[in-house]
């Protein structure tokens, strides 16, 4: 039961955030199907310094798991009462996915691919992609592997 109202909680924390990073979703743009990145960097719209492959990217996404591997290591422990490593990296690991194909079905699939509020001015033309949806569920699956270091990290602030 603790699990599914955790759940539940981070979803629904996972949503606001999203929801907030969305209000200009320029900023956002290299979360979107490549073609629709190049179609912006053509209209200008783009800041490569925060492109996949820069510098900066990198150093976001290992922050982001390591803090997320923090967050997750804290919960499991005292919410969930996981004392043991591996015990902290499964219940972290099956935290992180129940978000991550929340993200990618209900957030991805249902929401994204089917708000106007997503499609940036001078892309109305590319609906096709915009409902590309195998382009979340293979992200979802890279979310899966990304899952591995940062529940690692979860399980090692488990037993501290």
Do not use: Q
């Amino acid at each position: 039961m603790v699990f599914l109202i955790e759940s539940i909680v981070a979803c629904a924390l996972f949503t606001l955030f999203v929801f907030l990073i969305s209000r200009d979703p320029v900023k956002i743009v290299f979360n979107y199907p490549p073609a629709i990145i190049e179609r912006c960097r053509s209209l200008g719209l783009v800041d490569d310094s925060n492109k996949p492959g820069g510098t900066v990217f990198y150093v976001k996404k290992i922050t982001a798991v390591l803090l997320f591997g923090v967050l997750l290591g804290l919960l499991v422990r005292y919410i969930n009462g996981c004392t043991t490593f591996w015990g902290g990296v499964l219940m972290a690991y099956a935290l992180w996915n129940v978000v991550n194909w929340f993200d990618a079905l209900v957030l991805d699939c249902l929401w994204f691919c089917h708000d106007k509020h997503f499609v940036i001015p001078g892309t109305e033309d590319m609906s096709k992609d915009y409902h590309d949806y195998w382009f979340h569920i293979k992200g979802a699956f890279i979310g899966m592997v990304l899952a591995i270091p940062a529940t690692l990290v979860a399980g090692a602030i488990t037993i501290l």
